[in-house]
């Protein structure tokens, strides 16, 4: 099992940033892929960012592409989401997920996760 908590949400303004956390514990040593996902109030939950552990490849959707950034801290089994340049509509429940699938490079669908966080609120105000 993975265990995944966040940290970093917040209230800013249109244009500010913030920078997400997700520490991971459990089997972090067999996880191949990790995300940031996000909902609004009456949206589904989509894919932000995406990493993948086997390979140094990341993925972006283009509604945050070039402002958003994922990272990773392998020592400190941590996971980062930087969102500069926010806006209003970047407002919702931010979560980080996490699976163990060795055949999937890097999953961009909340079907291809399976460890998921307990959210944190991202507020952007116009």
């Known amino acids: 099992q993975v265990q995944l908590v966040e940290s970093g949400g917040g209230l800013v303004q249109t244009g500010g940033s913030l920078r997400l956390a997700c520490a991971a514990s459990?089997?972090?040593?067999?996880?191949?892929?990790m995300g940031w996902f996000r909902q609004a109030p009456g949206k589904e939950r989509d894919i932000v960012a995406a990493i993948s552990y086997k390979e140094d490849i990341t993925y972006y959707p283009d509604s945050v592409k070039g402002r958003f950034t994922i990272s990773r801290n392998n020592t400190k089994n941590t996971l980062y989401l930087q969102m500069n340049s926010l806006k209003p509509e970047d407002t919702a429940v931010y979560y980080c997920a996490a699976d163990r699938n060795f055949r999937v490079l890097l999953g961009t669908s909340n079907s291809q996760y399976n460890y998921w966080g307990q959210g944190t609120q991202v507020t952007v105000s116009s």
């Open positions: 459990g089997r972090t040593s067999s996880i191949t892929y």
